[in-house]
């Protein structure tokens, strides 16, 4: 039943393998609330760890940590095996690492604000058009004036000085209104009491600690705990967007691989793309697009794939989807149209079935050796090897502090940028005004230097050596024409 080179995710008649050639083309998991799909990730996850690749995903609803550990606990899965003739079937656990924004359950996980960018900060912001315009001038006189943006306090740091001194801006950068500052220090304060101080300052998430194998070969399923960060949906989402664009920028073209280089899973799938300006979801799908021939799968997990741009949909190949409910005639309507993005089979009433599949079960769709979609067919997705019950407390503290990286991303690091510039330059600005206009004797008065003068002089060693020009990089660098610096 097995091959290297296939990845037996299900069965029906006969079993059904993602072949790993194809797995870098991009895949579905959809379905709703309780039809199986996380058992579909983590089943997958599994199979790719297997053969070298490692895999990240995202712990919404704080039940993969089981991973970590051999399974056996579920009376469920042991009939599965015997129902399925998995004669070669051994419970096991695999290679974990955990990771947490909030630096409870795992690894603090933090980027910078100038990794960021402009583009997705208006995301994490809710940022009207207007406001977003504001936002780019503002990375832009901070990189113009050499001032890393690295944290929350920098970034309030150069909004205030931008807009203490629009006046001075308006005829090198364009107007910076007094509403728009308003509305964007308002939401950093809302941001920072949703604990996105966390998420910004240093040492950065270095991606290729992501990208590893353990002494076995096995690749590392790297596991994000999510179950706080979901409650501020639009941070969770653009989280992963940032990782998705940075491997993207990153890692090197290899073309198709005989394997993935890393697999990233994005679940709930759909906040990527609610209420998202279209200059962000074209961006998206270029990503998506091109990230493949970097040796990156994505697979998209998700209720209904309507819930994704066509532009998506049309590039997810590999494809498992579970039970949807049609109770209305919308629920019906959305039926129908899932149906329809299957290749059909002229024995399976697609529309019918979609309704009645059992936990476990679905309609499943692979690539085949030429890039085809395969014919859909209804299979029960295999079981999981690893225990289903989630880790407890002591058992995650002990795989955090036999990790490589103990201790490594916990020692947070806050170096001289933007905030503490700001301040230093205020304070020489006011004690240069609080000088005498001239000394005893008469002697020239002293030239009294503003703030904003005094920031711009100070770039100029800054901006000489090209630190500030990491400023405006932004996301997606290579797709914006910006490029790392």
Not at 17 to 22: F, K, Y
Not at 293 to 303: A, I, L, N, R
């Amino acid at each position: 039943m097995n091959n290297s080179e296939e990845l037996i995710l299900a069965k029906a008649k006969d079993f059904l393998p993602v072949l790993s050639h194809m797995a870098n083309r991009h895949g579905l998991i959809a379905g709703a609330t309780g039809t199986g799909k996380t058992v579909s990730l983590r089943v997958m996850a599994e199979h790719f760890s297997e053969i070298g690749v490692p895999v990240f995903m995202a712990d919404v609803k704080g039940d993969l940590s089981g991973i970590a550990s051999p399974g056996g606990d579920s009376s469920k899965v042991k009939e599965r095996v015997l129902q399925l003739g998995l004669d070669d079937f051994v419970f096991k656990g695999f290679p974990v690492i955990f990771w947490d924004v909030f630096g409870q359950l795992g690894h603090p996980v933090r980027t910078t604000i100038s990794e960021m960018g402009p583009l997705l900060l208006s995301r994490i912001l809710n940022l009207n058009d207007i406001q977003s315009g504001v936002l780019s001038l503002i990375f832009r006189i901070a990189d113009d004036n050499g001032l890393l943006l690295l944290d929350l306090k920098d970034l309030r740091a150069i909004v205030q000085f931008a807009g203490d001194n629009a006046s001075r801006f308006t005829t090198g950068y364009g107007n910076i209104s007094t509403a728009s500052i308003g509305a964007i220090q308002r939401n950093l304060l809302a941001l920072e009491d949703q604990g996105g101080d966390s998420l910004f300052g240093e040492p950065v998430l270095n991606l290729f600690d992501v990208m590893q194998t353990d002494s076995s070969g096995k690749g590392i399923i790297n596991i994000m705990a999510a179950d706080k960060l979901i409650q501020s949906p639009r941070v969770y989402a653009t989280l992963l967007l940032w990782m998705l664009s940075e491997l993207f920028e990153q890692l090197p073209e290899v073309g198709d691989p005989p394997k993935p280089k890393f697999v990233f899973f994005f679940d709930e799938a759909h906040l990527l793309f609610d209420d998202t300006p279209k200059v962000l979801v074209e961006k998206i799908e270029q990503v998506v697009r091109l990230i493949r021939s970097k040796g990156v799968g994505v697979y998209f997990v998700t209720q209904n794939p309507l819930d994704l741009p066509e532009t998506i949909l049309g590039q997810l190949g590999n494809r498992v989807q579970h039970a949807l409910r049609a109770f209305t005639a919308k629920d019906q309507k959305a039926v129908k149209a899932a149906a329809e993005t299957f290749r059909p089979n002229p024995g399976l009433d697609v529309v019918r079935v979609i309704t009645e599949l059992g936990v476990g079960e679905a309609l499943v769709s692979f690539l085949d050796r030429k890039g085809s979609p395969s014919v859909v067919e209804r299979a029960f997705i295999l079981p999981p090897k690893s225990r289903l019950l989630p880790l407890d407390q002591q058992e995650r503290s002990r795989i955090l502090q036999q990790s490589l990286l103990a201790g490594h991303y916990e020692r947070s690091i806050d170096r001289e940028s933007a905030y503490e510039i700001l301040k230093e330059r205020a304070g020489q600005a006011k004690v240069q005004q609080d000088m005498p206009a001239a000394g005893p004797k008469g002697e020239p008065k002293t030239q009294k230097k503003t703030l904003f003068e005094a920031v711009a002089k100070s770039a100029a060693h800054a901006i000489g050596s090209q630190i500030g020009r990491q400023i405006i990089r932004g996301v997606l660098g290579s797709i914006l024409g910006s490029g790392r610096k």
